[in-house]
């Protein structure tokens, strides 16, 4: 028995990375993690800089031969436009409140991932060629030089960011990665260096109107698939009007909601519920898309592609706008729109035609969030529900990023929750709210070439789902966010795969009592509506 | 190594001024004209700094929310940490300055397994971080006792109470021991615990030791190498009415006290310590969250090249036809 | 005394040095943090693998193929199927749960010359690790079958109408249904 | 948005605060505390002394009077024997105090100007102020 290993040899596999500091450390591109490059032609599209064909992983990424004066320059200019960068280039003390915050990091443990060295990518370099003291003490100050190393390092990291805010509520002076995130994103942008997922949404929104590149008489197609799929469940044939003027409403949602599963059933319930109320709505072609992909690109490509919104509804003489359950586009139309494309003033202030509510909240933009209008109707009492229809749901509500940490909505979406549905149980306070947990997939990660970063990512989250799966059976997560509907469907299914994905609008539809309908027996979804589903245990 | 560096630097300092004063007797050096160069280069580099970030415009109205939005009238909203006017901001931006509440939301938290010890280092991030800053505020103002004459009510007030324990003569402060305690915890914090020296820099480094360095002078000062307070006052006060006078019979402790002071001061507008002024200016913090209510103006806006309706229909317009959508053209 | 009561005896230094051992196969700054942080939602991983430990170490005391235990086990691997692993690191650790029981048994196993059974042991660890590369091989493949789904689930309706899709239960709903979407066409 | 002029305000406040010790003293001529030590039993003393030397008072008054107020409540010394070995009992207002009793214009006027509240006046009684005629 002497030729037992002895511990010392045992041990001599070490996993540790290398005690090396940061700077030092260049990135690896794995498998993964990292998305594809954009193609050439949607560069072109879009009149982007440095159209190619190439890959990270590639040694010569085909840079602009001044790539180094355009990315410097692009520093420079965005310094003097955004008091933001700028401050938030200079007082972060590194106190580390941040470190721990971040889902990446939490879910995975790169600490590049901590939102404090991810912003340090971008403020050594800052402090290299932009500060004095950078320029005497070098790297002794975290200072240091631009190389393709850092621009690859940028890509890596700044492409593994969700722009979710969530570290921005913790520090003690706000600085916000998402804010920084941008700017790196910029900077990438004018090297042509950017992933295809975004562009190619950006590209296909820009010609058709929305992300997928669907143009209107397919869009037709995939409402009369929907508009005979609620005939099927209610009994009631939906005639939504698109691209009419003279109507009072525009309705502006992600396409998602169209076209991905299970985006469809949270748009049956919009045309459902419009249809109950008589709304006098339309639905534009081409202002289709609410997504706005342009906010993981650039400042610019925001503007160019939200003013399709304002530029429809003023041809089409709308009094206001409806928005749809969507993250990032109501990050967009909450906080960028009326700056960017304002001021709406060939609109009116936005009163509820069935209950008269003004929205005093939105009398600037003219835009209005459809929990906050549902929410409305129901305190109102305006609509017939019948809850028990959602009986077979046990569910929990995650906060999408951009709502709760970029507006606020918390307590609409909740409300409407409850009323339509009679099993509602929250998930851990530290998970929710304005410290909700990111679904990993936002801000243009939610492709599958990014799995394995966005499972790690999203660990957080779904563990939290876990709990109340566990503790209370919940088997159904509602939200208000299309990247969420898609990209959690997919995170729970590795993690949680007893729980599915809904969007708040679709349990509204489900329990929706509407004039003239037949029994209801199955729900938007085509599930049988009084099932049991017998695992679910307390 | 950036340890070691911001170390030897602060001992530097000490050397320097020690020697300067022990040695060559530059009393007016030490005792004038690096007080006065440290407190002209604090108040421009300061302003500098601020008005270059003036400079910069807010072209977004980003605040980060943290509560629920202002609504509906029956949803009640959380004014602090979503506010919507201008008073909420100010409240806001009270808490934050003053109490530090982003960090204290650290503390949050339901649930937790195993040893409860073990969790909240956080807590002791913010406790550590407010004891540090109120103390550090306090002994300032408690300094002003050396700049005034006749001395404020209130100043004296401030002292009183501060040495209320009456403990020793002269009666320890007891702004000292947390000052101490609390810079030690931090500097602390930053080396033994890994993630935290990962990101460190000399900028977080240097600030430490300088404190540390003016703290222990300062009770090294009052507690065992006594000066004579009167020659300090007299100096002091020549220093404010611009009638400097230098006077020999003030212990060099003292000087090195001053020296590091007025490093600090210096270094201040150069450096993360500029904190005190961002924290004003930080645009995810100061701003109401009213943006659907007040148009934010960006100064810089300029139009861009947008996929017009009219591009949109004649590329489409047969297809847009052939389902039924009304088309502006026929 | 057999050697399952020595180490029942000395689980709590066996449980942490081999939680400890796993947690450093993370870069040094997310070991800490996943050690330190004890709130279950703040820190997923240290969780799941400090009480995933707890439920293998049972196992390989008991020797029963524990229903809980076998989860716990999964879980962990579960985790690092998508972390930043190979295939060997990361199911390794549970081979440095042997380092860690020679280590702490090393005195009593010179002693009463108990290598037998510390050989019966090892190979409840060489069987739990068998089991976790069968998780970790379903977790890789349920990664690869997440992206063709997800990619179908995103253009559901686009699939849907090239009848690329169908559902067999609604063969006979799919049928009308294409019916009278035929006719709407025209 | 800039908010110029709330920055700029937020600037002069800043300004105003740290330049705070320059306006509060301007024109005002800082005269240096000249204690008095013009007392009827002053000036009697041929040899004007005090217990120890000048500069070791002025440095060490009050560890001495601290240490004698322990030893002299708690411990069991009531004598203090100086560096030239001359005795003196150790009490404020018995020995200090016979010399130094006008405490306005010696023990105040170095206190209050760097703003010293000692607590010797908790427990003892004032001294009747003595000065000497002259003074007056």
């Known amino acids: 028995m002497s030729d037992v290993l002895k511990p010392a040899e045992l041990s001599k596999i070490n996993y540790k990375p290398p005690r090396k500091e940061w700077m030092k450390t260049p990135v690896n591109f794995k498998h993964g993690m990292y998305i594809y490059p954009a193609k050439a032609k949607n560069l072109k599209y879009l009149d982007m800089p440095n159209p190619r064909e190439w890959s990270p992983t590639d040694k010569d990424w085909k840079l602009p031969e001044n790539w180094k004066e355009i990315v410097l320059e692009g520093m420079r200019e965005r310094l003097g436009k955004y008091r933001s960068f700028k401050i938030f280039m200079d007082i972060c003390v590194r106190c580390g409140a941040c470190a721990d915050k971040c889902h990446f990091f939490i879910g995975g443990g790169d600490p590049k991932n901590m939102p404090v060295l991810r912003a340090e990518l971008l403020r050594s370099i800052y402090r290299g060629h932009f500060t004095k003291s950078g320029k005497i003490f070098g790297s002794l100050n975290g200072a240091r030089e631009l190389t393709v190393d850092v621009l690859k390092e940028w890509f890596y990291y700044f492409y593994q960011c969700t722009e979710c805010r969530r570290c921005s509520v913790f520090c003690p002076y706000g600085i916000d990665t998402a804010e920084i995130t941008m700017m790196g994103r910029e900077l990438l942008n004018l090297l042509g260096c950017n992933v295809n997922w975004v562009i190619e949404p950006v590209a296909n929104c820009y010609r058709t109107g929305n992300h997928l590149g669907i143009q209107p008489h397919a869009l037709m197609d995939m409402f009369e698939m929907m508009l005979d799929d609620i005939y099927d469940r209610t009994g009631i044939r939906v005639k939504p009007s698109f691209n009419r003027k003279g109507a009072e409403i525009l309705f502006v949602t992600p396409s998602a909601d169209y076209f991905a599963e299970p985006g469809i059933y949270t748009c049956m319930g919009y045309l459902v519920l419009f249809h109950e109320l008589g709304l006098d709505y339309t639905w534009s072609t081409y202002a289709s898309e609410g997504g706005n992909f342009g906010l993981f690109t650039s400042h610019e490509m925001i503007k160019r592609l939200n003013a399709k919104i304002y530029a429809e509804a003023k041809r089409l003489g709308v009094k206001w706008i409806l928005g749809g359950e969507c993250g990032h586009m109501w990050r967009v139309m909450h906080q960028y729109m009326d700056t960017m494309n304002g001021p709406a003033d060939f609109l009116e202030e936005p009163v509820s035609p069935v209950t008269g509510t003004k929205f005093e909240n939105a009398k600037s933009t003219k835009m209005v969030h459809i929990t906050e209008f549902t929410a409305d109707l129901i305190r109102n009492n305006k609509l017939k529900l019948d809850p028990s229809r959602n009986d077979s749901l046990r569910v929990t509500f995650h906060d999408s990023c951009n709502p709760a940490r970029a507006m606020g909505i918390l307590e609409e979406p909740r409300y409407i929750i409850k009323n339509v549905c009679n099993n509602f149980y929250e998930m851990p306070e530290n998970t929710i709210r304005e410290q909700t947990f990111c679904c990993a997939g936002g801000a243009g990660l939610g492709t599958d070439e990014m799995m394995e970063t966005r499972m790690r990512g999203g660990l957080p989250r779904a563990n939290a789902v876990r709990h109340v799966h566990e503790k209370y059976g919940v088997n159904r997560l509602a939200c208000i966010c299309a990247i969420d509907r898609a990209t959690l469907t997919t995170l729970m299914e590795y993690w949680v795969p007893e729980v599915k994905v809904t969007g708040v609008h679709e349990m509204v539809g489900n329990a929706l009592v509407m004039e003239g309908e037949k029994e209801r027996t199955l729900t938007l979804r085509g599930d049988p509506l009084k099932e049991t589903e017998g695992e679910v245990n307390v | 190594m950036k340890l070691l560096f911001s170390f030897i630097t602060v001992l530097l300092l000490v050397i320097i001024a020690y020697a300067g004063i022990r040695y060559a007797s530059l009393y007016y050096v030490f005792g004038v004209i690096i007080p006065y160069a440290a407190v002209g280069i604090f108040i421009t580099g300061f302003v500098y700094r601020v008005l270059k970030w003036a400079g910069s415009p807010v072209p977004f109205r980003i605040p980060t929310t943290c509560g629920q939005e202002k609504s509906l009238p029956w949803i009640k909203q959380n004014k602090l940490d979503n506010p919507s006017s201008t008073l909420g901001v100010i409240g806001r931006m009270s808490l934050e300055i003053l109490f530090f509440r982003s960090l204290l939301r650290n503390t949050k938290t339901e649930l937790r397994e195993g040893p409860s010890l073990a969790y909240g280092s956080d807590k002791w991030l913010w406790l550590a971080g407010l004891a540090f800053h109120w103390s550090f505020l306090i002994i300032l103002i408690r300094h002003l006792r050396l700049f005034t004459e006749p001395v404020p009510y209130l100043i004296t007030l401030l002292n009183n109470l501060d040495a209320f324990l009456q403990i020793g003569v002269p009666p320890l402060y007891i702004t000292d021991v947390v000052l101490l305690a609390s810079v030690s915890y931090l500097f602390i914090r930053r080396v033994l615990i890994p993630q935290f020296r990962y990101i460190s820099l000399i900028s977080d480094y240097f600030p430490l030791f300088l404190i540390l360095g003016i703290g222990i002078s300062g009770i090294l000062m009052r507690y065992f190498f006594r000066v004579n307070l009167i020659s300090v006052k007299e100096l002091v006060m020549g220093l404010v009415s611009f009638n400097p006078q230098v006077s020999a019979d003030i212990g060099s402790i003292f000087y090195i006290h001053i020296m590091l002071i007025a490093t600090l001061f210096a270094y201040f507008p150069f450096s993360k310590l500029m904190h005190m002024g961002g924290v004003f200016l930080s645009p995810t913090r100061n701003l109401a969250n009213n943006n659907r209510m007040i148009r934010h103006i960006n100064p810089w806006n300029y139009p861009v090249k947008v996929h017009t309706y009219e591009e949109y229909e004649d590329e489409f317009r047969d297809k847009m036809k052939a389902v039924d959508i009304p088309v502006e053209k026929e | 005394m057999n050697i399952e009561d020595i180490v029942l005896r000395k689980k709590a230094d066996i449980l942490r040095r081999g939680a400890s051992l796993i947690m450093e196969t993370y870069s040094v700054n997310a070991s800490t943090f996943f050690k330190d942080q004890k709130d279950p939602f703040a820190n997923p991983v240290g969780y799941t693998i400090s009480q995933g430990m707890e439920a293998i170490f049972d196992t390989l005391v008991r020797d029963e193929a524990n229903k809980r235990a076998l989860d716990f086990l999964d879980r962990i691997v579960r985790i690092r199927a998508v972390q930043d692993f190979t295939p060997s690191q990361a199911i390794g650790f549970l081979f440095s749960l042997k380092k860690v029981l020679r280590e702490e048994l090393q005195k009593e196993l010179q002693e009463n010359s108990m290598y037998e059974e510390l050989l019966l042991l090892e190979s409840r660890i060489d069987n739990m690790a068998l089991v976790a590369f069968e998780s970790y091989m379903k977790y890789r493949e349920k990664v690869y079958g997440l992206k063709v789904k997800e990619f179908k689930n995103m253009a559901f309706r686009l699939l849907e109408k090239a009848n690329l899709i169908s559902d067999i239960a609604d063969e006979e709903a799919a049928v009308i249904k294409n019916d009278t979407r035929a006719e709407n066409m025209k | ?136």
């Open chain 4, 1 to 136: 948005m800039y908010d110029t002029g709330k920055i700029i305000a937020g600037l002069v406040i800043f300004a105003g605060l740290v330049t705070l010790p320059f306006w509060y003293n301007s024109g005002k001529a800082a005269a240096k505390p000249e204690p008095s030590l013009d007392t009827p039993v002053i000036q009697q003393m041929k040899d004007k002394h005090c217990i120890e030397s000048k500069q070791y008072m002025i440095d060490n008054h009050m560890q001495m009077l601290n240490e004698w107020r322990n030893e002299f409540v708690r411990g069991d010394m009531t004598m203090y024997i100086n560096s030239k070995g001359q005795y003196y009992t150790m009490s404020l207002e018995d020995t200090c105090l016979h010399c130094h009793s006008n405490e306005k214009q010696f023990c105040d006027k170095c206190h209050t100007y760097v703003d010293i509240k000692p607590y010797c006046w908790d427990c003892h009684v004032k001294p009747k102020e003595e000065v000497a005629s002259g003074q007056r």
